[in-house]
């Protein structure tokens, strides 16, 4: 399975660095365009996108996705930041994949 980051110039560098295939994209617009590609080559199993990029993509291109076999599409922010554990929303970034991914919520506790 393939892995593949599709983002602005400046975070694609540091996929690379990690050893990620990047497209380098400038708006929603050609993250959408990529993405309709890759849904109609099926070589990639797993596409990363900046959740900037990823907010904007056409609704067309967001349906087939979801009505495709894959690729799995993981929504990132760009911009990280630190902050306290209690300050973090319910229902975090983590426990949306992990719902969209199993079809159902799942409550962990520690």
Not at 22 to 51: F, N, R
Not at 62 to 77: E, F, K, Y
Request: charged content about 25%; overall charge neutral.
């Amino acid at each position: 399975m393939k892995v593949l980051a599709i983002s602005e110039k400046e975070l694609a560098r540091g996929f690379a660095l990690a050893g990620i295939e990047t497209w380098t994209v400038s708006d929603a617009k050609q993250a959408s365009e990529a993405l309709a590609k890759i849904i109609s080559g099926g070589e990639y199993g797993i596409v990363i996108i900046d959740e900037k990029l990823s907010s904007g993509l056409d609704k067309q291109v967001t349906i087939a996705l979801s009505r495709s076999n894959g690729p799995m599409l993981v929504s990132i922010p760009a911009e990280l930041r630190w902050c306290d554990t209690e300050k973090l929303p319910h229902d975090d970034y983590v426990a949306r994949l992990i719902r969209r991914a199993i079809g159902y919520q799942l409550n962990i506790k520690l």
